[in-house]
């Protein structure tokens, strides 16, 4: 059974960061590209980044910049370090796998709040 965790989220002002972290059990994880998504409330999800299991990463334009994507294929886990954040940057934050993202489950993501 496939599982991911998402943790990391909080409260921060304007400027600020923080590191999300996803922790994944029952998939050959090294294997798989990785993503985050977000949803703010009133707005559908958006795919912010991704990173494949060679490490190619891709960003969403709001996000380029100010966000890395990273993962440890040795912890089954992956990671968005996100700085210089933004209220705008408000959401609810889910890691996925493309082929989870297509049968539509979603974890319960972790809720980033960012204060002006």
């Known amino acids: 059974q496939v599982q991911l965790v998402e943790s990391g989220g909080g409260l921060v002002q304007a400027g600020g960061s923080l590191r999300l972290s996803c922790a994944t059990s029952?998939?050959?994880?090294?294997?798989?590209?990785m993503g985050w998504h977000r949803q703010a409330p009133g707005k559908q999800r958006e795919l912010v980044a991704t990173?494949?299991?060679?490490?190619?990463?891709n960003y969403a334009d709001s996000v380029k910049g100010r966000f890395t994507i990273s993962r440890d294929n040795a912890k089954n886990t992956m990671y968005l370090q996100m700085n210089s954040l933004k209220p705008e940057d408000t959401a609810v934050y889910y890691c996925?796998?493309?082929?989870?993202?297509?049968?539509?489950?979603w974890g319960q993501g972790t809720q980033v709040t960012v204060s002006s």
């Open positions: 029952g998939l050959l994880f090294r294997l798989v590209t």
């Open positions: 996925n796998t493309e082929a989870r993202v297509r049968l539509g489950y």
């Open positions: 990173i494949t299991s060679g490490g190619t990463t």
